[in-house]
């Protein structure tokens, strides 16, 4: 199929609203990175997304919506079965980039959620991302807009790297601002749990509910050993290569090393193994984003798409600390290394 490319202007948001009602596919803007949209409430729709992307069918969907009225219609119970937490963080965070999971209305069908009873929610603040789900009129299903295990798309030209052909329109916008995927925290427990880290930091979300967010046990573990729960420094979750290829996502065509020390250390060691390197013919490239997690997360995944571009096969990279934002950015510089620290 042809990928139509579609500009931010009103009467293309409006076609695009219009191919998403129609059971189609399009891929648009948001804060974190770019999303490939579809109709959350139609299971065909949802299906062809997981095909345009190769993504297994039980890894279950953000549904994205532009009212707080919408999640009246996605939710077990509606509007009035939302807790005290919930409506603070919605109060406070939405729109922006904090996807809360609730029991699921049955209106949301099972391969929007990947069979799970629960339903994933968002409300972005990108204007584009917000005028499409309006004119949609009605949720919009939307994971990360890359085939499954690449590194997601933060510029439209990643979107079309991956997509061009497989779906049906993409919507030119600028360079995701935040760069790195929304914070997930599961509210049907007593207490909030975060499922996937991001730049809405455990430390900020607890100030904000006046109470300890926990992370979910698996963000604390390294693949074949478990890190103490009560620390999250970068010093006590490293562990010297831990490989494990199905750990492996956000993965460019080049092997990442992650390293981590002082600047210096990561200065001599990088150039170190980047002199190994080019002695067997390949060429290194080097990223320090110093202790700045916020450019981090702006520039990592367009980084590593970008150097794959160049032609690198090794990418060296600076370790940050693993505490509030450098949780989530860590998460995925640890992810796209396969674990493999030093
Ligand atoms: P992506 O769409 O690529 O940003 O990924 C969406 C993330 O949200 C994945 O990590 C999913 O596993 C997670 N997710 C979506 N819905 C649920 C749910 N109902 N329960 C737990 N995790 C979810
Ligand atoms: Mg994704």
Redesign the pocket.
């Known amino acids: 199929m042809e990928t139509i490319r579609l500009t931010t202007n009103e009467s293309d948001i409006r076609r695009a609203g219009e191919i998403i009602r129609s059971g189609g596919l399009v891929a648009f803007p948001t804060e974190t ?1 770019y ?1 490939l949209g579809a109709d959350a409430l139609n299971a065909g729709a949802v299906s062809s997304v997981y095909r345009a992307k190769g993504r297994p069918s039980d ?4 549904v994205h919506i532009a009212y707080v009225a919408a999640l009246g219609d996605l939710i077990k119970g509606g509007l009035d079965s939302l807790g005290g937490d919930a409506r603070r963080l919605i109060g406070e965070l939405w729109p922006g980039p904090l ?1 809360l ?1 609730f029991p ?1 209305a049955d209106a949301v069908p099972d391969v929007t ?2 069979g ?1 009873d ?3 929610v968002r409300m972005p603040s990108n204007a584009t991302a917000r005028a499409l789900i309006r004119e949609a009129e009605r949720p919009v299903a ?3 807009a890359n085939l499954s295990g690449r590194p ?1 798309p933060t510029t439209a030209m990643d979107v079309l790297e991956d997509m061009d052909g497989r779906i049906d329109a993409v919507i030119m916008g600028g360079m995701c601002d935040v760069g790195i ?2 914070t ?1 925290l ?1 509210m049907t427990g007593e207490v909030p749990v975060i ?2 880290p991001g730049m809405l930091s455990k430390e900020y979300l607890s100030d904000i509910l006046g109470k300890d967010v926990l992370y979910d046990a698996s963000l604390l573990e390294i693949p074949g050993e478990t890190a103490d729960p009560a620390m999250g420094t970068a010093d006590t979750l490293f562990r010297p290569k831990s490989p494990g290829m199905k750990y492996k996502h956000y993965s460019p065509k080049a092997d990442v090393i992650v390293i981590r020390g002082s600047s210096e250390r990561f200065r001599s060691r990088a150039k170190e193994l980047g002199l190994e390197a080019m002695k067997d013919g390949r060429r290194a490239a080097v990223i320090d984003y110093g202790d700045d997690p916020d450019k981090a997360a702006h520039r990592f995944f367009a980084d590593l798409r970008e150097l794959d571009r160049q032609g690198y096969d090794l990418i060296l990279i600076r370790s940050m600390e693993q505490k509030g934002k450098g949780f989530g950015v860590m998460n995925r510089i640890l992810k796209s290394a396969g674990y493999d620290v030093e």
Do not use: Y
Request: proline share 8%.
């Open positions: 990175v999303g890894n279950p969907m953000i996807t999971i699921k959620t990947g799970l629960t339903v994933a939307a994971p990360s997601s995927e929304s997930v599961d499922l996937r």
